[in-house]
């Protein structure tokens, strides 16, 4: 299966300045998530990268995860699952306009099924991380410390709330993989991957138990585990 089968360029990367405080100063909106970001900036650090994962929970599709240096203040800038669809898209275009430095990761189902999901997230944001040029010299993440990176990072519990630079990787993240699930809908139809995005709607689960997994579902995801590929019976029924 195809890591990026919506043909998207992944890994891009602007040149921006490095971000300070003050820059925030037109901003006012955004200057309450901006604690952690001051905190490192006191301590001498300049290409603060946030990074955040889409996908963990899904029955179907990849993970993603996006890393964002900031280079000038992005008015609106918020968590994403607190924005519409439409004020995501703007955002994220914004993000992408040359003044930021931006990277996104897939992570396919063949790896989530084969490594488990923990290891997908981690491998996702450190291929994001990676993919940052000039790199990140230090990450603020949101609810994990990636293991295995050697870059000093700090892992903030609901950290897409309370820190923009991580609210600007859950845009990228999140807008990534939604037009990935898009195209995922064109090429599986029936399942409704458009709509629900993979996750265990009662459209999904009446969709899997009508025509079995696709090759974009986690088989290793209960309640796949026991279903069959199309065309297919399944082995057990879906209870719902």
Known sequence: ?????????????????????GEYAGAPDSVNMLEFEDEV?????????GVDEAGRGPLAGPIVAGAVVLGAAVPGLNDSKQLT???????????????????????????????????????AMA??????????????????????????????????ARSLSIAAASIIAKVTR???????????????FAKHKGYATPEHLEALGRLGPCPAHRKSF???????????????????
Request: aromatic share 8%; proline share 7%; net charge negative.
């Open 1 to 21: 299966m195809e890591d990026n089968p919506a043909g998207m360029a992944l890994g891009k990367h602007h040149e921006a300045y490095p971000l300070t405080a």
């Open 41 to 49: 900036w006191t301590g001498g650090f300049r290409r603060i990268a």
């Open 85 to 123: 669809h439409e004020q995501r898209a703007i955002l994220f275009e914004i993000l992408n306009s040359g003044e930021h430095r931006i990277a996104a990761a897939v992570v396919d189902v063949d790896f989530i099924d084969k490594h488990g999901i923990q290891s997908a997230n981690y491998a």
């Open 127 to 160: 291929r994001a991380v990676q993919a940052l040029d000039p790199p990140a010299d230090f990450l603020l993440v949101d609810g994990f410390e990636i293991r295995g990176c050697p870059l000093p990072q700090k892992k903030i519990i609901k950290g897409d």
């Open 178 to 192: 939604d037009r990935i699930m898009t195209e995922l809908d064109a090429r599986y139809t029936g399942y409704g």
């Open 222 to 240: 209960a309640p796949l585990t026991d279903l069959a590929p199309p065309g297919k019976p399944a082995q057990t029924r879906l209870l719902f």
